[in-house]
Structure formats: C-alpha cells, structure tokens
C-alpha cells in the first residue's frame, strides 16, 4: 500500500467517544491485516487493536478491551476505530499500519504506516 492517512483524531473530555479513520492506497485492501497503535510522549508504541484481511478476526491491546472497536469496510478501503468510554491515559497520537497478511500482529512488525493523529482526553 502506498499510503495510510488517519483521521479523526482530536480533544475530548474523559467519558467520551472519537472515531478514528485510516483511508488506505495502492493495494488489494482485503489482502493486509490492519492495525492501531498509539504513542504517549516517553512512552513506547502499544499494540491497540488489530483485524484481519477477512475481518473475521480482531484482537485488542488489553488496556482498551471492551472500550474500543476496530472495523474495515473494505468498498473503501477504510479501517475505523471506534473509541468509548476515553480516559487520559488514552491521549496520544494513534497511527494506523498495514501488512500484507491475513493475519494479525500485535507487535511492531507492520509495512505501512500512516502519520498519526492526535488523540488527546482531558477535561
């Protein structure tokens, strides 16, 4: 894939919901495994939540289990997370990433990567 942009990304107060975007180019989308991680400024990148090629299988980073959805609408070649129930220890800049498998990692080992967007939870 040439290109991952995320979108979406920005200020909420603690409780609420965003939704973040990641528009992919240059492939056959339903053929990469899709993921989400995130970065804190000092922290190192965490493993937020992945979807298969098929779709038929998710994964998610145990700090958000239960409080975040991944999805994929393959027509557009887009993968989503829907974030619930944010806290600050949410805040960071969340970047998107692609590997042409059909399965899921939840380690840093992705092809493409998108620029990130910030993500930041406070009141």
């Known amino acids: 894939q040439a290109q991952l942009v995320e979108s979406g990304g920005g200020l909420v107060q603690p409780g609420g919901s965003l939704k973040l975007s990641c528009a992919a180019s240059?492939?056959?989308?339903?053929?990469?495994?899709m993921a989400w991680f995130r970065q804190a400024p000092g922290k190192e990148r965490e493993f937020v939540a992945g979807?298969?090629?098929?779709?038929?299988?998710?994964n998610y980073g145990n700090s958000v289990k239960g409080r975040f959805i991944i999805s994929r609408d393959d027509a557009k070649n887009t993968v989503y997370l829907q974030m619930n129930n944010l806290n600050p220890d949410d805040t960071a800049v969340y970047y998107c990433?692609?590997?042409?498998?059909?399965?899921?990692?939840?380690?840093?080992?992705?092809?493409?990567w998108g620029q990130g967007t910030q993500v930041s939870v406070s009141s």
């Open positions: 990433a692609s590997v042409r498998s059909p399965f899921i990692s939840t380690v840093s080992n992705y092809d493409y």
């Open positions: 240059g492939g056959t989308f339903s053929n990469y495994a």
């Open positions: 979807i298969s090629g098929s779709g038929r299988l998710r």
